[in-house]
């Protein structure tokens, strides 16, 4: 069955220090693979996307991630961490028919 | 201009209750959603409607239908609320060949109790 495991609950970082959100999915074909963002109290807002070719994508807010088939990870990176990134993180996997299985999130937050 | 409005944002009723959860898209995609956020955050597909066909439907009790009246509105009525429904429920919309990439709304948080 597809999964999408994110390992880390929460994640607190320094503002201007790096960040990297692990996520490794579980999924039989060739993945469609998606970071999406949660502020609080607002709707989901895609981060960036790897459907095929280079395995390390750019997205908006300068976040990156870089897709390991061997590894079967996604993980997000950026590097240097800004007060306002303090949010919800959720990875996904597209399964097919535009359906999405999320991980449970990693909560991040940013000490000044 | 909200792209995936849902209303209401907020919904407190008693067990039992039947209510319904509206969902408007104004970005011309042909492909609807209704997820669920438990209070432990995870994220489920419930339903998806493309151009008013029932596309998806995860194993959600019966007592949850969604109406299409369009593609551009997708709604959500429930039956005999219990406290377990009680969650955060996304609509969303996206093109049918999109491979996942999906407009969210802001959520309708809804209380049972």
């Known amino acids: 069955a597809q999964s999408v495991t994110q390992p880390d609950i929460h994640i607190t970082v320094s503002e201007g220090a790096s960040l990297e959100l692990r996520c490794n999915y579980s999924y039989g074909a060739t993945p469609y693979l998606f970071w999406y963002v949660q502020s609080p109290g607002q709707g989901l807002q895609l981060l960036l996307k790897y459907f095929s070719g280079d395995t390390l994508v750019q997205g908006i807010k300068g976040f990156e991630a870089e897709f390991k088939r061997s590894q079967s990870s996604f993980n997000l990176r950026k590097p240097s961490v800004h007060w306002s990134d303090a949010a919800e993180y959720f990875c996904a996997v597209g399964v097919g028919g535009n359906k999405l299985v999320f991980g449970a999130g990693t909560i991040l937050r940013v000490k000044s | 201009d909200t792209a995936v409005s849902q209303t209401p944002k907020y919904l407190v009723t008693q067990m039992g209750n039947d209510k319904s959860i509206k969902c408007e898209q104004n970005l011309g995609h042909d492909t609807m959603y209704w997820y669920k956020q438990d209070s432990k955050k995870f994220l489920k597909i419930m339903f998806s409607?493309?151009?008013?066909?029932?596309?998806i439907n995860e194993t959600v009790p019966n007592r949850f239908s969604p109406k299409s009246p369009d593609k551009a509105h997708l709604n959500l009525h429930i039956n005999s609320l219990e406290l377990g429904d009680s969650a955060v429920y996304f609509c969303?919309?996206?093109?049918?060949?999109?491979?996942?990439?999906?407009?969210f709304g802001s959520g309708t948080r809804l209380t049972v109790v």
């Open positions: 409607y493309n151009n008013k066909e029932l596309i």
């Open positions: 969303a919309s996206s093109l049918r060949d999109s491979g996942g990439i999906c407009t």
